[in-house]
């Protein structure tokens, strides 16, 4: 099985790449020009709390979150915001002048949540960007083994295609097994009766039926229909 790698642009802090490492992610470092992280499904964009408020006032997050979508329009895409947003005032008007009144923790908090629900709103709705906060930045390795693991997983149920056989009896089993009603065990039932497919396409429902238990008069009658389709 191939194994699943978690591609790294080079210029992430060496501390989350060494961190990857030792939790058994394999890790590669490359330039990446869209994001910070890719692998499986997952594109990936880390800012901290500063860089990302700055993006936002220049639009710059706007351009650059467009591109990562046109780069991966059918993956999973995350903007994980690491440190707490820093809105710690509102402003007020006293007379003619605005002056800045410092946000108790509740009312923080709940600017956050409003500042935070609102832009995942536009990013989600334009861009299909899911937008993640992590107060701490330690967190931020832990997450991204948690969503390897979970693709990781993914990888593993997808079903393994067979390479498909040259020999004729393989061949035969094959086209069997994917007539309706008989399947893997009613082809090799009637594989080793040794009969040719178009013996048993000349045969009556009835006798197929008795010939091959387990396949019975109604699977029979299909089977035979499906076989002297012209």
């Known amino acids: 099985m191939e194994v699943l790698e978690l591609e790294c642009d080079d210029r992430e802090p060496d501390s989350i790449f060494q961190k990857l490492r030792e939790m058994g992610i394999p890790v590669k470092k490359k330039r990446l020009k869209f994001c910070d992280y890719v692998f499986g499904d997952f594109a990936i964009e880390r800012k901290s709390s500063h860089d990302f408020c700055t993006s936002i006032q220049n639009n710059r997050?706007?351009?650059?979150?467009?591109?990562?979508?046109?780069?991966y329009p059918e993956g999973k895409l995350l903007l994980i915001i690491i440190g707490e947003l820093p809105v710690k005032v509102r402003w007020e008007?006293?007379?003619?002048?605005?002056?800045p009144v410092s946000l108790t923790e509740n009312e923080r908090d709940k600017k956050e949540i409003t500042m935070l629900s609102g832009i995942a709103t536009i990013l989600n709705?334009?861009?299909?960007?899911?937008?993640?906060?992590?107060?701490l930045q330690?967190?931020?390795?832990?997450?991204?083994?948690?969503?390897?693991?979970?693709?990781?997983?993914?990888?593993?149920?997808?079903?393994v295609r067979k390479k498909k056989s040259d020999e004729?009896?393989?061949?035969?089993?094959?086209?069997?097994?994917?007539?309706?009603?008989?399947?893997?065990?009613?082809a090799s039932i009637i594989s080793k009766s040794n009969i040719s497919i178009l013996e048993l396409a000349q045969m009556k429902p009835e006798e197929i039926a008795k010939k091959y238990k387990g396949i019975g008069i109604k699977r029979a009658t299909i089977m035979v229909e499906v076989l002297n389709l012209k």
């Open 61 to 71: 997050i706007f351009k650059q979150l467009y591109e990562l979508q046109k780069a």
């Open 93 to 99: 008007r006293f007379g003619r002048r605005r002056v």
């Open 125 to 135: 709705s334009y861009h299909n960007i899911r937008i993640i906060n992590l107060p």
């Open 138 to 159: 330690r967190q931020f390795p832990r997450l991204l083994f948690r969503l390897y693991l979970r693709q990781k997983k993914k990888e593993s149920l997808r079903p």
């Open 168 to 186: 004729p009896d393989k061949i035969k089993w094959d086209m069997l097994s994917m007539l309706p009603g008989v399947g893997s065990k009613g």
